[in-house]
C-alpha cells in the first residue's frame, strides 16, 4: 500500500482519484490546494504526489519547485494531472520537471498504468 496525495481543487476529481487509488489498496489523501499540501508533506512519508497545474494558491509548477527543494521530497515521483492534450501535456511535464503527467478526465485503466509505473 503506498500513500499518496492527490493536491487538486476541483472536488469531483480529486474524489474521483482518491476512489480510483483506494479502490486499488492505496492510501490517498486529499490537498485543496498548495498551503494544505506543504502543511500535509511535513514530515509524513509519501511514495507518490499527484498535482494538478491549476491551483487556487499557487501555480504547480512553484508547488513543485517548494515540494522538491523545501519539503524533503526531492526523492518522490511528482505526476502533473492535467486536461492539456497528451503531447502538449506530456512536454510541459518533462520541461517543468514533472516525473509523468495524466490526462483528465481520468480514464481508470491509464491512470492506474501511470501510478504503478512510479510504485513497482
Given amino acids: 500500500m503506498a500513500t499518496i496525495i492527490v493536491i487538486e481543487d476541483i472536488t469531483d476529481s480529486a474524489n474521483l482519484?482518491?476512489?480510483?487509488?483506494?479502490?486499488?489498496?492505496?492510501?490517498?489523501?486529499?490537498?485543496?490546494?498548495?498551503e494544505?499540501?506543504?502543511?500535509?508533506?511535513c514530515g509524513k512519508e509519501?511514495?507518490?504526489i499527484l498535482l494538478d497545474l491549476g491551483l487556487p494558491d499557487v501555480?504547480?509548477?512553484?508547488?513543485?519547485?517548494?515540494?522538491?527543494?523545501?519539503?524533503?521530497?526531492?526523492?518522490?515521483?511528482?505526476?502533473?494531472?492535467?486536461?492539456?492534450?497528451p503531447e502538449s501535456a506530456k512536454k510541459m511535464a518533462a520541461a517543468y520537471g514533472f516525473d509523468g503527467y495524466i490526462s483528465k478526465p481520468y480514464k481508470v485503466a491509464e491512470f492506474m498504468s501511470v501510478i504503478n509505473q512510479f510504485l513497482d
Fill in 17 to 34: 482519484a482518491k476512489k480510483i487509488l483506494n479502490k486499488h489498496g492505496h492510501e490517498a489523501c486529499i490537498a485543496a490546494n498548495g
Fill in 36 to 41: 494544505e499540501a506543504l502543511q500535509f508533506v
Fill in 46 to 48: 509519501i511514495d507518490l
Fill in 59 to 85: 501555480d504547480g509548477q512553484t508547488l513543485l519547485g517548494l515540494l522538491r527543494l523545501n519539503y524533503g521530497m526531492e526523492g518522490v515521483p511528482i505526476v502533473v494531472c492535467t486536461a492539456w492534450p
